[in-house]
Every structure is written in structure tokens, then in C-alpha cells.
């Protein structure tokens, strides 16, 4: 057993989870008894491996595959080492602030997927919000359209 990753245990624990709380929400009692004891026993096999990992934890290996390549270790020191800054907030949390730039984007001839992206909406939200702005600007004459 333990040369089986804790991963991989934790997995088929999460799964005999997900299968005997399945079997309780359709009814199938019997079927869900079944899976119990099976379901504890590898909670006891999770548990005893977080165990023995915690105990064995100095003698880390070092990674494998494409983490353990030079390029991407340097890399990842650089991301530890960087400063955390905070994510750019939505471009426009006013309503009105976000449809004025929407329809300042079509105006300067932008398309509706790049202003969609730009804005992270929807191609339908921005149509509507131009719509809603066509109809609401008033015509040559002076009038509203409706």
C-alpha cells in the first residue's frame, strides 16, 4: 500500500464518497450499505497515509517530468519570489460607467466578440446594451426612437 500515491487513495476515497451518497439520493438503500464499510475502510487507509507522509515529509522526492526540468524551477522560483498583486478589478463596476464603454467601443468601430472579451460578457449582453442605447439616443429630428 504504500507505494500507491496518497492522491490516488484520496481520489478513489472522494469516488466511493460520491457513489454511496448517490445511492442514498436515488433511494437504493441496500446499495448504499454496502458501499459503507468499503468507504471506511479507505478513509482509514487516507488517513493513515496522510499519516505516514506527514512522518516521512524530510525525505521528499525531488520532481519528476517537466517539474523537475531546470527552465521550469527557475520559472516557478521567480513566481514565489514575485510580489502578490492584486487582480485588475472589472473594467467598469458601474453600470452605467461599463454601457458608456461598451458603446464607446462600437463607435470607435470595434466588433461585438472583441468588445464581449474585452468587457468579459456575453456577444448578447453587448447587443442588448447597444440596443437599449440606440433606442434611448434621440434621432436627427429632435425625437426619441422607440
Given at each position: 500500500?504504500?507505494?500507491?500515491?496518497?492522491?490516488?487513495?484520496?481520489?478513489?476515497?472522494?469516488?466511493?464518497?460520491?457513489?454511496?451518497?448517490?445511492?442514498?439520493?436515488?433511494?437504493r438503500?441496500?446499495?448504499?450499505?454496502?458501499?459503507?464499510?468499503?468507504?471506511?475502510?479507505?478513509?482509514?487507509?487516507?488517513?493513515?497515509?496522510?499519516?505516514?507522509?506527514?512522518?516521512?515529509?524530510?525525505?521528499?522526492?525531488?520532481?519528476?517530468?517537466?517539474?523537475?526540468?531546470?527552465?521550469?524551477?527557475?520559472?516557478?522560483e521567480?513566481?514565489?519570489?514575485?510580489?502578490?498583486?492584486?487582480?485588475?478589478?472589472?473594467?467598469?463596476?458601474?453600470?452605467?460607467?461599463?454601457?458608456?464603454?461598451?458603446?464607446?467601443?462600437?463607435?470607435?468601430?470595434?466588433s461585438?466578440?472583441?468588445?464581449?472579451?474585452?468587457?468579459?460578457?456575453?456577444?448578447?449582453?453587448v447587443?442588448?446594451?447597444?440596443?437599449?442605447?440606440?433606442?434611448?439616443?434621440?434621432?436627427?429630428?429632435?425625437?426619441?426612437?422607440?
Amino acid at each position: 500500500m504504500s507505494n500507491i500515491p496518497r492522491v490516488s487513495l484520496e481520489d478513489t476515497y472522494t469516488l466511493l464518497q460520491l457513489m454511496r451518497e448517490t445511492a442514498l439520493m436515488k433511494g437504493r438503500q441496500a446499495q448504499a450499505d454496502k458501499l459503507n464499510p468499503v468507504t471506511e475502510q479507505m478513509r482509514t487507509l487516507v488517513e493513515n497515509s496522510r499519516k505516514t507522509d506527514q512522518s516521512a515529509a524530510p525525505h521528499t522526492q525531488p520532481p519528476a517530468g517537466i517539474l523537475g526540468q531546470a527552465d521550469f524551477q527557475q520559472l516557478l522560483e521567480v513566481s514565489k519570489n514575485r510580489p502578490v498583486t492584486q487582480p485588475p478589478a472589472a473594467p467598469a463596476s458601474d453600470p452605467a460607467e461599463r454601457n458608456r464603454l461598451i458603446v464607446a467601443m462600437a463607435a470607435a468601430q470595434m466588433s461585438e466578440v472583441d468588445i464581449a472579451r474585452q468587457m468579459g460578457m456575453t456577444r448578447e449582453e453587448v447587443r442588448l446594451v447597444l440596443s437599449v442605447q440606440q433606442r434611448s439616443t434621440p434621432n436627427v429630428q429632435g425625437g426619441y426612437i422607440r
